[in-house]
């Protein structure tokens, strides 16, 4: 067998073993997953009015070719085979997948004799971002490699069957999310840039009118859409410390922040090892050093943007990512034999612990999200309801994960769940009709006993979620609706009057 080949089967295996959480449990316990998960459902029942008539009642495809859509249609389409819920489970293994093989992909396009420290990847497919459920957006972090690792490899000589492959990449990122999509596109141009050359630069103009393309969707996008309406930003103390402790790497507590650190401290490493052996010894620059100018690009785009803007949010956390996954196709610290075989060692460790703290969280949060839907059992199929939560956290652990869960009960019952935040905008493939808005929910704490009046005859339920004792909403909900059962934090309430149409 060829001198560390034996790696290839090493991370094939794996690999294989990465997508292991999903499988060992009923519930995935994200943020935003089920809300996705339901709504890929909606897409996948719309049309079918005799079994779940008020999905077509109350809500609409918004057929417009947003991002946001890949997940969500993969997923539908997933459904016409499977349950949801496994449709969902195999949405993230592809994502993993994918993820893991397209890193891989991209550093052996860039460094051929470099291939053990693809690796790293395995620090990557549970990190914060996947973990809040952002699944649209990881399946475009996870087609970002894929995209670079395409164009490198036929830089010098683009012919027409790369321009179909790259724009189809290029679209499918589009229909994912539109962060990786322009990060994609950026990295593309510095990367062009950075190799052009005298005597090719003829050939490499090519590259132009094969990307031109990719202008139509953002400019019907932000035409579409306006400009931006509200940001945020952090303090620069706050990204620094965030950033250099890879703490988009957390996930549910903060005991996995040794992990972090040590992929931090692992990195710093390569890269000074790198940089020496690679630049400063050899006196010259290599086309490869540009992935390490777009790494420098990359911290500099994430410092000075802001957390949140217009609709999107968390997006220093997702900027985060970036410029890790950029350096490992030019890390090269140019180690013997031995030494590689030493460092792959210490790459697999790390990787199987943190498989290790993944199961061990799948497994427990699982069960706490199980209570958290047999609150819901009493619920009638095709009812509209809506969860009052008190409390996102599960009881081990700092995580959100009750936040749309109620959705896993929503898609199995066929509900209309009016805090389904995702049919309320524009971003996504399902809406709210605009002749049947949401009744007024986010606002309940002002005037409890106005809006929960409001509500006769457009809510069925109310499911509150660890209430306090004594809290006036109790009240006003108990003129209005009927206490039909308790369990474990969750309270179930019936409306009261003759539910209409």
Known sequence: MPRMAWSRWIFVFLALFYVLPFWIVDYIPTVDGPCH???????????????????????????????????????????????????????????????????????????????????????????????????????????????????????????PGFAVK?????????????????????????????????????RHLRHV?????????????????????????????MALGYFLNMGVLLSFSPDHLWFARTMAVLFAVLVLLTLWRGVYRDRRLREE????????????????????????????????????????????????????????????????????????????LDGEMARFLAGLESVRPNSRFVPLLFEHNGRSSQFPIYTHAADYAALEKGLVNWDNYEAAVDFFPTRFRASTPPPPVQRIGADPETLVASWQGRV??????????????AQSLGRHFARISDQDGGVLWEARSPLQP
């Open 209 to 237: 009118p094969i990307l031109l393309p990719q202008v139509i969707l953002p400019l019907w996008y932000f035409s579409a859409q306006g400009a931006a309406t509200r940001a945020s930003r952090w303090p620069f103390e």
């Open 37 to 159: 998960t339901y709504n890929a459902w909606i897409l996948r029942q719309h049309g079918n009015a005799e079994d779940f008539p008020l999905f077509q009642r109350y809500l609409e495809i918004n057929a417009k070719p947003y991002p946001n859509w890949l997940g969500h249609g993969v997923m539908a389409l997933l459904m016409f085979a499977v349950p949801p819920l496994v449709a969902e489970k195999i949405l993230l293994s592809g994502y993993v997948l994918l993820l893991l093989f397209g890193l891989r992909y991209l550093a052996r396009s860039v460094r051929p004799d470099q291939g053990w420290l693809s690796f790293l990847a395995f620090a990557f497919p549970y990190n914060l971002t996947s973990q809040f459920g952002f699944y649209n957006f990881s399946l475009g972090v996870a087609l970002l490699p894929w995209i670079l690792g395409l164009w490198w490899r036929r830089r010098a000589s683009p012919t």
């Open 460 to 473: 069925d339920y109310v499911y509150t979620w660890r209430m306090p004792f004594g809290d006036p909403l």
């Open 289 to 364: 050093d540009a992935f390490f100018l777009l790494g420098l690009l990359l911290i500099v785009v994430y410092f000075l943007s802001p957390n949140a803007v217009g609709g999107g949010t968390m997006l220093k956390m997702r900027l985060s990512l970036f410029p890790w996954l950029l350096l490992i196709p030019w890390l090269s610290p140019r180690l013997g034999r031995r030494a590689q075989a030493a460092g792959l060692a210490v790459l697999v460790l790390l990787a199987a612990l943190n498989l290790s703290y993944q199961i061990r969280w799948y497994h427990r």
């Open 166 to 202: 790259i724009n189809l990449l290029l679209w499918l990122c589009w229909l994912s999310h539109i962060v990786p999509f322009a990060l994609s596109l950026l990295a593309i141009g510095v990367l062009w840039l950075a190799t052009i050359r005298r005597e090719t630069w003829r």
